[in-house]
């Protein structure tokens, strides 16, 4: 006769470390910090190096340390992950993506495709797809990847973590679809981009002793508050658009609790739309937190994002420069397109 | 589960069976002591933060903050210098809600638990026994898959946990009703039955949950393992005419529950009504672990240990065993949350309370035993 809560609590309590390992899965980013073994060791010009080979036969080494030999460019590509479909689409090849995840929303196109279920994606399908070319997530595709590969599928795993390194993939995916002109290109323009916004705010945070670096805080879900360490794309971005990773050093398991987050006292917080009225009600928040009091929340536009390392990275950082410092960019008040829903 | 009056040979046995079942006498002695206990722990929760927090929010910063929130003098005491002014925030708004409405929750489980076990005379009933959390947790998990989450200022699914949670209590008593009797076996078989039934639907709310994105599926796991983090003055305010009315009545009513510990016939040739009884208690406890649940979540094992720790202090009589329970699961509560906040990251405290809840069980099970050989 246990009262039955009591046989599911081992359960339950498990659950949200694997839901934390889940998370990273769709649209949030990777909220494990030590997890990064997976990265290429900072060599992102050595991948860009090997890209000179021109023709197929082709062979690509990955961020994983894998060599996948590509005997023709791909033409029927699965991609596993919402940022993978993303990248593939800016590369001109959302015509040849046969299977992508029930997560992937941008462009709108990538809806239409057959999914897989983006938390759990099963073998089946992918195999059933014939694909050429499979892009996975390094870290989050781990057993997947691994029984593709003995299937014989060209399995492609990236996973960048911060800004350089979604320059390096996206040339790796270029490279292993035979798009290097267009991959080069599409990092050419976010470099020229984020490094415009970069100099702007430079040259504005060294104008004036007044003008300061934004307190900004990250957060996934309200209960508990998940954030983002520095040494990520999106700390990356919100340095070079004028603000500050309030969560430094980061907290344990990326769980911020909401008496720091009083402490910290974040003058914006980037968040979903979604999340905006859990946080106004936490306790002590609607006044002693600046940003919840004065209902700073920034989340990017459709055209943008902070959550995946996609090329609309580049558009996040122009748009949350400008929110935080709009005299930056001139007379010019912020736009409010800030406060259009993200996704 | 009185010591024997007996001599023992051994003199530590002696010394034991004394400090399992002291004299009735001493229980208000020791009521006052748990009482001291109880404020002790409250400071200390209020006190104390992680490291980061606690340099700047030092004790005497919070003794600061509580003193300005005194009626007339307060406005008379400055802030010191050097102390930010969103400590009051952080203090009177989220600090101070939260440990005090963990000691409600704590109390209005240990209460709930002091009665389901003896109307129910059985040592492994508790607050949940009946169902009352499968249907609230149920009931705020659907809210939150649907998407109502932030409906009514946020307070619909606390809403509904609550009602969801009487509803579900009110099928088990229409269950268990035989003729207009209901006995207590067959109020704890409809009560399991209802109950596991429910939970069963919990593993889809999750999986539904899932699929819904990061807030829904936060909120979800936090019903299920019991959180104070939402826990404001309202909630306290929510939760104290239950603890009042509920410990009242209780405590009314403690002579008939004596009464029914000798069985229902027994009570019943003592002057026990003991129908009206039964329902009155039910709906008590029912009241009270719908007030807790839909304010903290699943709280797991405070409601189940806490009566039994009680009993093994001051022995079964209700007089003493309801408001020693009370302060106990109010102690106990208010210590997880003081582990949960400043050593253990914010680990929902349903967790806390499991994981030391049943080692001290274990613990007390042995020693009984042993003193029964």
């Given at each position: ?13 498990g ?9 990273g ?9 030590s ?8 060599t992102?010009?050595?991948t860009?190096s ?6 197929f036969p082709?062979?690509v080494?990955d961020?994983?340390?894998y060599?996948?030999?590509?005997k023709?460019?791909p ?9 993978n ?20 929303d941008?462009p709108?196109?990538?809806k ?19 694909p050429d070319l ?13 029984r ?21 993939q996206?040339?790796l ?7 290097e ?10 470099q ?6 970069k100099?702007?705010i430079?040259?504005y945070?060294?104008?004036?002793p007044a003008?300061?670096r934004t307190?900004?805080?990250?957060a996934f ?7 983002t360490?520095p040494k ?8 070079v ?9 980061p907290?344990?398991?990326?769980i ?9 006292q974040?003058?914006v917080i980037?968040c979903s739309?979604?999340?905006?009225a ?33 090329p ?14 709009p005299?930056a960019?001139?007379a ?5 397109d ?6 | 589960?009185?010591a024997?009056?007996?001599?023992s ?8 069976r004394?400090?399992a079942a002291p ?6 002695r020791?009521?006052?002591?748990l009482?001291?206990?109880?404020f ?6 209020i006190?104390?933060g ?23 003098l ?15 925030a ?6 101070l ?7 409600l929750?704590?109390m ?22 009946v ?11 659907l ?18 946990a609550f009602f ?7 099928l ?5 009703r035989?003729?207009g009797?209901v006995s ?9 039955i209802?109950?596991?039934f429910?939970w ?5 709310m ?6 819904a994105?990061l ?23 929510l939760?104290?005419p239950?603890?009042?009315?509920g410990g009242?009545?209780l ?15 027994t ?6 009504d003991?129908?009206?009884f ?24 405070v ?21 020693v329970a009370?302060t106990?699961?109010?102690l106990?509560l208010v210590?997880?949350?003081?582990l949960s ?17 049943a080692?001290?069980?274990a ?7 042993r003193?029964?050989?």
């Open positions: 006769m246990t009262p039955p809560f009591r046989r599911f609590l081992p359960i339950a309590v659950l949200p470390f694997v839901l934390m390992a889940l998370c899965c769709q649209s949030t980013p990777n909220t494990t910090p997890a990064t073994p997976a990265a290429p060791p900072s992102p010009k050595a860009i090997t890209a000179v080979s021109s023709g082709r062979t080494t961020a994983t340390g060599t996948l030999p590509l023709a460019a033409q029927r590509i699965v991609s596993l992950a919402p940022s479909t993303e990248l593939l689409y800016a590369l001109d090849l959302g015509n040849k993506i046969v299977l992508d995840t029930t997560s992937c941008y709108p196109e990538a239409q495709k057959p999914h897989l279920d983006a938390l759990k994606p099963d073998i089946e399908p992918i195999l059933a797809a014939t499979v892009v996975a997530v390094g870290e989050l595709n781990g057993k997947l990847i691994e593709l590969r003995q299937q014989k599928i060209p399995t492609l795993a990236i996973n960048p973590q911060n800004v350089t390194e979604t320059y390096a996206l040339l995916v270029a490279q292993a679809t035979g798009q002109a267009k991959g080069a290109a599409l990092v050419k323009e976010m020229a981009r984020i490094g415009a916004v100099q702007t430079d040259t945070l060294t104008q004036s003008h300061k307190p900004v805080l990250v879900g309200d209960n508990p508050i998940y954030t360490a990520s794309f999106i700390s990356d971005l919100i340095v658009a004028g603000g500050v990773n309030v969560a430094d050093p907290p344990p398991g990326n911020v609790s909401p008496e720091k987050v009083i402490a910290l974040p003058a980037l739309p979604a999340l905006q859990g946080l106004k009600r936490l306790p002590g928040f609607a006044s002693g937190v600046p940003a919840v009091a004065q209902g700073r929340f920034f989340s990017t536009s459709e055209q943008a994002t902070l959550e995946r390392p996609s609309r990275l580049a558009a996040a950082a122009e748009e949350l420069a400008r929110y935080l410092h005299d960019f001139g010019a008040p912020a736009k409010p800030a406060t259009k829903p993200a996704r | 589960m009185t024997p009056p007996a001599p040979p051994q003199k530590s046995l002696q010394w034991r004394r400090l004299s009735r006498a001493s229980w208000p020791l009521l006052l002591l009482l001291i206990l109880l002790a722990g409250l400071l200390l929760d006190w104390s992680e490291a980061s927090v606690a340099r700047l929010v030092t004790p005497a910063v919070v003794l600061r903050v509580l003193a300005r929130h005194l009626p007339l307060g406005a008379h005491i400055p802030l010191p210098s050097g102390v930010p002014d969103w400590a009051d952080l203090v009177w708004q989220n600090r809600p939260r440990a005090l409405g963990g000691v929750v704590g209005l489980l240990a209460l709930a638990g002091v009665a389901f076990q003896s109307l129910l005379m059985n040592p492994l009933a508790d607050p949940y026994t169902g009352v959390s499968s249907g609230s947790a149920l009931g705020s998990m809210v939150v898959v649907l998407g109502g989450a932030g409906l009514l200022g946020g307070y619909l699914p606390s809403l509904v969801a949670g009487l509803v579900t209590v009110a088990v008593y229409g269950m268990a035989v003729g009797r207590a076996q067959t109020f704890l078989l409809s009560g399991t209802v109950g596991t429910l069963s639907l919990i593993p889809l999750l999986s539904l949950g899932n699929r994105g807030d829904r599926r936060s909120a979800i796991l936090s019903t299920l393992l019991g959180n104070l983090q939402y826990v404001e003055w309202r909630s306290v305010l939760l104290l239950f603890g009042v009315a009242l009545l405590v009314a009513s403690a002579a008939e529950l004596d009464a029914m510990s000798f069985g229902e016939e009570a019943a040739h003592l002057g026990v003991a129908e009206a039964k329902r009155r208690v039910i709906v008590a406890g029912a009241l009270m672990t719908a007030a807790a649940v839909s304010v903290a979540g699943i709280i797991a094992f409601g189940f240990v806490v009566p039994h720790l009680a009993r093994r202090l001051v022995g079964p009589g209700h007089r003493a065993l309801l408001p009370m106990l699961g109010g106990l210590l997880a949350d003081y906040r400043v050593w253990l990251n914010g680990l929902e405290i349903g967790a806390i309370t499991s994981l030391f809840g080692p001290v069980f613990a007390v099970l042995r020693q009984r035993n003193l029964r050989a």
